[in-house]
């Protein structure tokens, strides 16, 4: 098994040597998966190669100011005219997390893999993967080390939006003297930290209040009182006027329940299928747990799609989390 310094070797010879790319992150975009997206942009744009990055969906309002963040195509509504040979994804912890993008992979497409999920199973043909790396975009930060290029404000940013929102504002226990240490040379750089701080983790929609309102009205505890739960519906959604990104952090408020273990939030899809986000305190591993349901993610933070009712998959998912307490 390659070390990580020849993973990063590998990664920079792969985007030295081809060129035209199709620049990939997860469903439902993060902070981590939008700068990360932005910084291989970047990175590329300065090598001189011809790139498209694309997500499945729109990436959330809230990250409109990043370099170039308005040319990220949300293939709902408009996505290539062609085929790539040449992928790269960033924070997709396995293929399927690239959603509908796939479909602009060449049959015999070689794909670049750069990821800090411990679930990551190495689907790349390159795979730069850091599990103990706090975003991808601290593993794009040493990436980037590796190209004689001038650094600006532009991509110190999107660097930095990685990193502050996957270690939620530096209080995270991901929070190692590492990220501090990029952190500061960022600022340098004339990152505006507390303008972000206030834009990614203080600000909130009318229709996020409204949403997370109804949420806290449904929150159950475990008679033991250490798994606590909320839910959320498509009618909920609808009356509130909310999209996916306005129910970013509330899973952390049942979580955030004095002597709770674990915390959930139940996002219905539709009548047959439900997005189960988990939180640890640290008791229990809700990646592995999120894999026994076809998921994954970080021992402290998870998820998964099952594909069933939801009064199905409450019951389904507390007795495997009471299993593993």
């Known amino acids: 098994m390659q070390s990580y310094e020849q993973s990063l070797q590998q990664t920079r010879d792969f985007l030295l040597e081809h060129d035209d790319y199709l620049v990939v992150s997860h469903v439902q975009p993060d902070g981590d998966a939008v700068s990360s997206t932005l910084a291989v942009g970047w990175l590329l744009s300065c090598l001189g190669k011809k790139y498209c990055m694309l997500n499945e969906g729109p990436i959330p309002k809230r990250m409109e100011y990043l370099w170039h963040a308005d040319q990220i195509l949300n293939m709902t509504l408009a996505g290539p005219d062609r085929e790539f040979k040449h992928v790269i994804c960033v924070d997709c912890a396995d293929f399927q997390r690239v959603g509908l993008t796939h479909r602009y992979f060449a049959a015999d497409a070689l794909i670049a893999n750069i990821d800090h999920h411990p679930t990551n199973n190495g689907y790349g043909a390159v795979n730069l993967i850091k599990p103990d790396a706090a975003a991808t975009a601290e593993i794009l930060f040493d990436l980037l080390q590796l190209f004689a290029l001038e650094w600006n404000t532009d991509i110190a940013t999107a660097i930095y939006t990685g990193l502050l929102t996957d270690t939620g504002g530096f209080r995270y226990t991901n929070t190692s003297p590492k990220v501090m240490a990029a952190v500061s040379e960022l600022l340098k750089l004339g990152v505006n930290g507390p303008e972000l701080a206030e834009t990614l983790l203080e600000e909130m929609t009318l229709a996020q209040v409204k949403v997370l309102n109804r949420a806290l009205s449904t929150l159950q505890l475990s008679p033991e009182g250490d798994v606590a739960w909320v839910h959320v519906t498509?009618?909920?959604?609808?009356?509130?006027?909310?999209?996916?990104?306005?129910?970013?952090?509330?899973?952390?408020?049942?979580?955030?329940?004095?002597?709770?273990?674990?915390?959930?939030?139940?996002?219905?899809?539709?009548?047959?299928a439900v997005k189960v986000s988990l939180r640890s305190a640290g008791k229990v591993d809700v990646a592995a747990l999120a894999q026994t349901f076809g998921g994954g993610g970080h021992t402290r933070a998870a998820g998964a799609k099952i594909e069933a009712a939801l009064e199905e998959v409450i019951p389904q998912v507390l007795e495997e989390v009471r299993r593993y307490l």
């Open 234 to 272: 498509p009618e909920d959604m609808i009356a509130c006027g909310a999209s996916n990104e306005d129910l970013e952090g509330i899973v952390n408020y049942p979580r955030n329940i004095q002597g709770v273990e674990v915390g959930i939030l139940f996002k219905v899809i539709h009548p047959g």
